[in-house]
């Protein structure tokens, strides 16, 4: 790792920036398309986009060690909910049947911001690049679709765990959240889910990287046959600069393998690009 006040080559940038927790002040704008496939009569027919403004920022850093904080929030244009006796979101899909309910149909929310996502950790990089942070993942009632949220504060323990080697950086990310609070009256069911938020990047040369981020989630609350869904994932993304600021761009594709059986998402397209800011920690 760079001593304070020395620039950092594209390369170890790159290499640095596959942990979603790497010590950089950046900013990202995510796009992502979705299409959707499930036993419920029209789920193939479902498509959704959604914007995604997130940042991570590092607080003071001693011998390699500090705290990061990561935060998402996401704005979606549209989002298929099923409306039977009320309107059942992709979440809620999992729990209950809206069929059970009699005869329903689709119909897209207008756009709206989601709940968002907060995790703060402790830990760092060792001499030898091996990744060790630990700490919490929240989700906030922030969702500005106040019929079709969760309603709840989520939060769970975090463990991030990985490698940077010559050749790139791999590694994930293991949490569990679980509700605690809930807003008064709206008789939200229970959440708890266990994810694994995974990480790969081999590095080929000049900024350039194959990439891949699936998040692998399992619902402890849902019923049998949709509690899992496992993608696989692909990707590339370029280092380069904006003058002297480092800039991260990338596409990935992911195909869900294993899907929940009523309704799932089928494919995911995503783009995004990551303005790297200088900070006291990290000269860029």
């Known amino acids: 790792v760079s001593t304070q006040g020395t620039a950092k080559p594209d390369t170890q940038i790159a290499t640095e920036m596959t942990n979603p927790l790497a010590v ?31 940042a991570v920022i590092p607080f003071r ?15 979606m244009d549209d989002e298929s909910i099923y409306w039977a006796d009320r309107g059942y979101p992709q979440w809620l899909i999992r729990q209950q049947d809206p069929r059970l309910q009699g005869d329903g149909y ?35 009632p922030t969702s ?42 709206k008789g939200t069911p229970d959440t708890s889910i266990s994810s694994i938020e995974a990480y790969f990047s081999y590095a080929f040369g000049n900024g350039w990287q194959i990439i891949s981020n699936p998040v692998i989630q399992y619902d402890w609350e849902a019923d049998s046959g949709n509690k899992l869904t ?15 600021m480092p800039l991260r761009l990338a596409a990935e594709f992911q195909k869900n393998v294993v899907t929940t059986d009523r309704f799932d998402s089928d494919m995911l397209l995503t783009f995004s690009i990551t303005p790297v800011l200088p900070n006291r920690y990290t000269r860029n």
Do not use: C
Not at 27 to 32: A, H, I, K, S
Not at 69 to 75: C, D, G, Q
Not at 164 to 170: Q, R
């Open 230 to 244: 496992v993608p696989l994932a692909i990707g590339i993304a370029k280092t380069t600069r904006m003058g002297r």
């Open 106 to 140: 689709w119909n897209d929310t207008h756009g709206h911001t989601g709940d968002m996502m907060a995790d703060i950790v402790y830990g760092g990089v060792d001499d030898n690049g091996f990744i060790l942070m630990y700490g919490l993942k929240n989700r906030f």
């Open 24 to 54: 950089y002040t950046s900013f990202t704008y995510r796009y992502e398309h979705r299409t959707f496939k499930g036993d419920i009569a029209g789920a193939s027919e479902q498509k959704s986009d959604s914007h995604v403004f997130g």
């Open 144 to 185: 500005s679709d106040t019929s079709n949220a969760r309603q709840q504060w989520v939060v769970g323990p975090l463990i991030n765990v990985g490698q940077h080697a010559h050749w790139g950086t791999y590694g994930a990310m293991f949490s569990h959240i679980i509700d605690v609070v809930e807003k008064p009256d």
């Open 61 to 75: 850093q001693v011998d390699g060690q500090g705290f990061v904080l990561r935060f998402s929030l996401p704005y």
